[in-house]
């Protein structure tokens, strides 16, 4: 009976009448909205309520079939109808209730809008743009508090992050250029967007949730973006404030934790027959991480410390670059020694990055003919783990000293033999 029901609605006579429920809904539900922010204020006050939202998403919905059977005329005069209805409701409310904000009004002309695009749009879409109105609404009050919080010098750096993020990057090249298509202009300044970025959140995080729980949210995030780039700024932190060295540990092992998660993941999806012998250890390696991360970051303190510059664009152009030139290097070690040269190519990947050197043996191992054995991938992809982890303490120690280099090297050796062990027990068991 139900999906009966269903195909006798979705019959196509009934698009008309399921394109104006939309636009009544759309204003039911900007209109509960507006309304329960107003709750409280005297009969005669409020602007706009309920049924006034629902109305005019109604209205909206009509106007927009009226359009489609006389013209589009007809829409733009229910646009400059309701602006002039809107503008007048404004002037004459003000004097009343001494409110200068315009939410509602723009609210409104919105509901409208969205009534007429219900009918003449795409459906999906238009319910999603209700809902994102909708929250950006609810969201007043925390959306203010975000401004109050932001400082002087961490609105110039979300100015620059857009900057470097939607002028800069599209004009790029998206192309493989230089010896054997290694080099990506786009991907490599991408890689600075997300570098920069990670800098960003975790400047924000640290300042606002403390030294206790930001860095841990911070190394989380920053294990998906690039571990590598949150220990060079988890240490240059320490460097100015060397009171936040448990919890900035903390942050660059749980960042370890989710970076063997990832390349595991990546590299099982290519290659499923990694996941016995690939899977097993960086899962061991990642739990171990992972405690150690929870343990650091229980010593940390609660204060929030000052997590000083929000935006260090020059360690992101220097860490793109030293990819780059990894790549290169890697590249060649490749061409050279062939199949024989994984081992040498993956350590040197591992210096930056592990996504690049583990894309390519898996790759390599699967199918069949392939020219790396499944053990050789794993074998290979596990020493840039490696390699990655013992640069995240040569990052520590050249950055921060010896305190941080210490810290971070426990929660190194710990995952290495956890996972070591692991991989010795899937070798032993076939």
Not at 45 to 54: K, P, V, Y
Request: charged letters at 10%; proline letters at 4%.
């Amino acid at each position: 009976m139900p999906d009966d029901l269903l195909e006798f609605v979705y019959q196509p006579q009934f698009a008309a009448y399921r394109r104006l429920l939309l636009a009544l809904a759309i204003g039911l539900i900007i209109g509960l909205e507006r309304g329960w922010q107003g709750r409280e204020r005297e009969a005669g006050t409020r602007t706009a309520g309920l049924r006034t939202f629902a109305l005019t998403g109604l209205a909206g919905g009509i106007f927009g079939l009226l359009g489609q059977q006389v013209g589009d005329g007809v829409v733009l005069i229910g646009i400059a109808a309701v602006v002039a209805i809107t503008l007048t409701s404004y002037v004459l409310g003000q004097k009343v209730t001494q409110d200068v904000g315009v939410t509602t009004q723009i609210a409104i002309m919105l509901t409208f809008a969205l009534g007429v695009l219900a009918i003449r749009g795409d459906m999906v879409l238009t319910a999603g743009a209700a809902v994102v109105a909708v929250t950006l609404l609810d969201l007043k009050e925390r959306l203010h508090g975000w401004i109050e919080a932001l400082q002087q010098a961490e609105l110039t750096a979300f100015i620059r992050l857009l900057l470097i993020s939607v002028v800069v990057l599209p004009i790029l090249p998206n192309e493989s250029v230089g010896p054997g298509g290694v080099l990506n202009p786009y991907l490599l300044w991408w890689l600075v967007v997300v570098i920069a970025g990670l800098t960003f959140v975790g400047h924000f995080l640290l300042r606002t949730m403390g030294a206790r729980t930001g860095p841990l949210v911070m190394g989380l995030v920053g294990g998906i973006a690039s571990s590598t780039a949150l220990t060079v700024n988890s240490a240059r932190i320490v460097r100015t404030d060397p009171d936040v060295l448990p919890s900035l540990s903390a942050a660059i092992a749980a960042s370890t934790s989710v970076m063997c998660l990832r390349v595991a993941a990546v590299s099982c999806g290519l290659a499923p027959g990694l996941l016995r012998p690939l899977g097993i250890p960086l899962a061991a390696a990642a739990l171990t991480a992972l405690a150690v991360a929870l343990v650091s970051s229980r010593q940390g303190r609660s204060a929030k410390p000052d997590p000083g510059d929000p935006l260090d664009l020059t360690s992101a152009i220097v860490l793109a670059t030293m990819i780059a030139v990894v790549s290169l290097v890697a590249h060649y070690a490749l061409a050279v020694s062939g199949p024989n040269g994984l081992y040498a190519a993956a350590t040197l990947a591992g210096l930056v990055d592990t996504q690049g050197i583990s894309i390519a043996a898996a790759r390599m191992s699967v199918g069949e003919g392939a020219p790396v054995a499944a053990l050789a991938a794993t074998g290979a992809i596990l020493l840039a783990t490696l390699t990655n982890s013992i640069v995240k303490v040569a990052i520590a120690a050249g950055v921060a000293g010896r305190d941080m280099a210490w810290a971070v090297m426990v929660h190194v050796l710990a995952a290495t033999v956890a996972g070591g062990v692991a991989l010795a027990v899937v070798v032993a068991w076939g």
